[in-house]
């Protein structure tokens, strides 16, 4: 299975970017990068995903390096709210199961 | 925003008893999933189901467990004789037809097993 390797913890402070980042050197060609967040007390939660382009949506930024084993999640501008886990998830092709890491614990201080 | 729901949100249930844990998927999602999360660990995969039938499941999904889609509307999961390792936060989670959507997760259901 390709894995994803993230810091086990990170602190930002409120109203700040955040830069979540993940490691992922033995991703495959056809693997797309999700990102998901659980916050306490409640099911994991969609955040974004990608294969190769950065993308954007409301919630949040996905950066993806040139040679894909590496990406980051940015939140632009951290609430209280964003506290949570963290999960950088590769997808593989066919595999339609979601395999859950340990993740980043997020902390933010107001 | 359509959701998942998942009920009870707590069941607490004597060792060796059935508990069946229901979900209600998104409405035009055709695949669904069940999930547990031992306290203080990894979120784990259990079983993914579509077209009334097991797609996938995990070596956790053990005889124990079933599960069924009652109507159109809900997805349950069964758990025979609960054991106290049963003990868990079970997610359900749905998603459309496209291949690689994302999953949509319920909060779960806090199973406590005595």
């Known amino acids: 299975d390709a894995k994803t390797t993230q810091p086990n913890s990170m602190e930002s402070n409120e109203e700040e970017p955040v830069h979540l980042p993940c490691n992922h050197s033995t991703i495959s060609g056809t693997d797309y990068i999700h990102w998901y967040r659980q916050l306490p007390s409640q099911g994991p939660e969609y955040v974004i995903h990608g294969l190769t382009s950065n993308v954007n949506n409301r919630m949040a930024s996905l950066a993806i390096a040139e040679d894909r084993k590496s990406s980051t999640l940015i939140l632009h501008r951290a609430t209280l709210r964003d506290a949570a886990v963290y999960y950088c998830i590769l997808r593989m092709n066919r595999d339609d199961k979601i395999i859950f890491g340990k993740g980043t614990r997020l902390h933010i201080l107001p | 925003e359509p959701e998942v729901t998942q009920t009870p949100s707590h069941q607490v249930t004597q060792m060796g008893q059935e508990v069946i844990l229901r979900c209600v998927p998104i409405?035009?999602?055709?695949?669904f999933y069940w999930y547990r999360q031992i306290l203080g660990q990894k979120v784990e995969f259990l079983v993914s189901?579509?077209?009334?039938?097991?797609?996938?499941k995990s070596e956790i999904f053990d005889d124990q467990f079933s599960v069924e889609r009652p109507d159109g509307s809900n997805f349950t999961l069964k758990i025979r004789s609960t054991k106290l390792e049963d003990s868990a936060m079970y997610f359900c989670a749905s998603r459309g037809t496209v291949y690689n959507q994302p999953q949509h997760f319920g909060d779960g259901t806090r199973l406590s097993i005595l």
């Open positions: 189901f579509y077209n009334n039938e097991i797609s996938e």
């Open positions: 409405s035009n999602h055709l695949y």
